[in-house]
């Protein structure tokens, strides 16, 4: 059945895929090359060797699913107790035409089934439910046109805090002839990250799906494009959870209401608003807090203006340019008195070593900009 084209979820954070590591005991292995060691045979030379070999993982691939299976001895990150575990990798694109859903307990049975259609293993719902997770990617679609986005997406760089500069790249890094599709944002590296420096990606979702995923883009994404699905101008942002440490982080923010993050039931109990809140914070580690206050003895008019002074700085203004609109007035004495309200508000709103230290840096870049004489 294909999907309703209103059934892409925007600005909603979703489950996109997840590493499940199931107890060997609790599941029947179909294909026991997955848990059976194996020794080496040289056919040129007819040689075995003796050693015997850990299994190796079992590598499928359907209609562009790419997905494995693999054993693994699994330890236990607090009382360090070992287990022999089926390794599971899980993602949407296991859902089909559904793809779009994200994974979640109302489509559990398709991945399930699923899993058990390929002969590997045999694996029951709730044994799956109950497994334990890992290196979680969740995943927010939004709609955008690409002016806006690549302009958003360029101030978002601009605006991260020097120290986090160098784990932050816009791409391409060259413009080419696909740079208005190939265009997004990357924190940090996917393999290197931490809490600190967590793994965030903007990019063009539906560029990604018929360039990199063309086989299960013309078998599951293109059909339901003829009967009226849009994905055009679906940017997504993607971001990991990626171990043990990091899922304590969450449960330490107090961003969700369960106590455990260690299975896929505690993973698909989170709220809607939860796995929002999640998807939201990992960027708050690459920017300075923005705080406004002001005093309270100023009067309304006053603190409008103050607050809009904050907010040009914010995005690039110095002290000449918040000085500028006075070559509206004509009058000397009503310029001389506006211009010394103005300087009273600066200093009033200004006061932070952080906005002085904007200030000097937006003048510094205004004076460049100057010496090009673009205008």
Known sequence: MLQNIFDIPLNKASIDSMTVFV??????VKDYKLVTPYKVFYDDTAEIIDELHNPRPVYLETDGIKFRFSKVVWTHPKTKETKEMICITVSTKMLKYKYFQGLNKDNVTDVVNFINSHGIIEITVDTF????????????NYHLEF?????????????VKQSK????????????????????????KRETASIGNPFVKFYNKAFELINNSTEFYNAFIFPQIKQGLK?????????????????????KKHVTSVEKL?????????????LDTICNVQLKYYYEKREFSVSSDLSP????????????????CDKVALLYPLKLIDCKRTRSRTKKKI??????????NYMENKLKENSLSNQFIKMLEIW
Do not use: W
Not at 130 to 140: G, H
Not at 167 to 183: A, G, H, S, T
Not at 231 to 251: F, G, P, Q, S
């Open 23 to 28: 107890e060997l005991d609790k599941i029947i």
């Open 165 to 188: 500069k160098h784990l932050v790249e816009i791409f391409p890094k060259r413009e080419n002839m696909r740079v208005d599709d190939n265009f997004g944002l990357t924190f940090s």
């Open 262 to 274: 260690q299975t896929v039931n505690d993973l698909f109990t989170l709220s809607q608003i939860e």
């Open 343 to 352: 300087e009273q508000l600066m200093d009033i709103t200004f006061t932070e």
């Open 129 to 140: 439910l109950q497994s334990t997770v890992n290196d979680i990617d969740l995943c927010v």
């Open 301 to 316: 008019m006053d603190k409008l203006i103050s607050y809009y002074m904050f907010e040009l700085v914010q995005k690039g």
């Open 231 to 251: 994905i055009d101008n679906i940017i997504r942002k993607e971001m990991t959870i990626k171990n043990a440490k990091h899922k304590d982080n969450v449960l």
């Open 147 to 159: 002016n806006a986005y690549k302009s958003a997406l360029v101030m978002l760089h601009h605006m």
